[in-house]
């Protein structure tokens, strides 16, 4: 999942959103606009922001549900594999187009790998956890309950960081709670263990939103460059993802299983999870081409506002049953996000 930054709360999104405004694009390597100006008109303009965006949203969407299809629909009991296999594709890929020079990445350096190691367990722990609860939720649901993340997230900011949000974002905040309380009451798919599963990830997330701000200019003195970019990010988590999840394939026993699954000798079940690591690094290129179109804004609430597709396609790919009470919950939850992203971008213009 290479994503991984992924994660796809609001605030980690607008949080990613400033800091890739504020970055030097010379790391990917794209048309210097500037120079052509005289051939780019006001609809070519219109149509990259367009394009991006829509594959921005197809990329974010279609990751969760291929894993979903995976880990419910082919019943694929391997979660934290299947994590490993998508890091490994990620790593290939990054590397390829590292070696290749298409992308500038910066070199892991042993420096470099002892700042970031606690990010990165806490990522692991993100991603895997996040395995285990979407086999058992529903998208839809999982998707509110992900919003519980923004809650620990903002309460921890001003905890640690002393940091102070409007009372705006505070309502934004118990509207979600009261969705992600309210949606699991009348979850009529109610899986205990998903939930546990999905409630341990929220904290992980919060941990590495809030790490990962403190970490992050001690990263940046151990680059070369002085400077660690989106793309050198997703190599470094993914690099460092590997021999722990080694680790934790052996640890949960899941050996035994991919020995005896048949759906290993399955052609098309390799196609299905290789398309689920190319997805997951295609939301890191889509959201840095999308920034590069339209403004954090615009990134971050159409972010918000693609939970909304995300989650109909969920219930209706996946038929699950819902109640009238549980739809009108997960309706709330939704817009108590979208709700909760203006509230901080407006936070945070003030500030």
């Given amino acids: ?57 197809i990329a974010s969407c279609s990751m969760i549900l291929v894993n979903k299809f995976v880990l419910s629909g082919y019943g694929f009991n391997a979660g934290i594999f299947l994590m ?96 992600a309380v309210a949606g699991g009451i009348t979850d009529l798919s109610f899986h205990a263990v998903g939930y546990t599963w999905q409630i341990i990830n929220c904290f992980l997330t919060a941990s590495y939103s809030l790490t990962l701000r403190h970490v992050m200019d001690s990263a940046k003195e151990a680059t070369r460059s002085g400077n660690l970019n989106e793309l050198s990010m997703v190599l470094l988590n993914n690099v460092l993802s590997l021999p722990l999840g080694i680790i934790l394939v052996l640890g949960f026993n899941e050996v035994e299983y991919l020995l005896e699954t048949p759906l290993l000798r399955m052609p098309m079940f390799w196609l299905v999870i290789t398309a689920s690591g190319v997805l997951g690094l295609a939301i890191s290129f889509t959201s840095m081409w999308f920034l590069r179109q339209t403004s954090a804004t615009t990134y971050s609430l159409v972010g918000s506002l693609n939970k909304i597709p995300l989650s109909i396609a969920g219930i209706l790919l996946f038929k699950v049953r819902t109640s009238m009470e549980n739809s009108m919950s997960i309706l709330f939850g939704l817009l108590a996000g979208v709700f909760f992203a203006r509230a901080k971008l407006r936070s945070n213009s003030q500030s």
């Fill in 1 to 57: 999942m290479a994503r991984s930054f992924s994660v796809d709360d609001t605030d980690l999104e607008d949080a990613k959103a400033s800091k890739d405004r504020d970055r030097p694009s010379h790391f990917l390597r794209l048309p210097n606009i500037q120079n052509h100006s005289h051939f780019l008109r006001l609809p070519d303009i219109q149509n990259q922001s367009l394009l991006s965006g829509l594959a921005y949203c």
């Fill in 84 to 179: 490993l296999y998508q890091n490994i594709v990620s790593v290939t890929i990054v590397s390829t187009l590292s070696l290749s020079g298409v992308i500038r990445t910066e070199p892991l350096t042993w420096r470099l790998i002892k700042v970031w190691l606690p990010v990165n367990i806490i990522f692991v722990g993100m991603l895997t956890t996040s395995m285990f609860s979407l086999k058992y939720i529903n998208v839809a649901m999982l998707t509110i309950l992900k919003n519980v993340a923004n809650v620990l997230t903002a309460s921890g900011e001003t905890y640690f960081f002393k940091k102070q949000h409007d009372s705006q974002v505070w309502i934004s905040l118990m509207l979600m709670i009261i969705s």
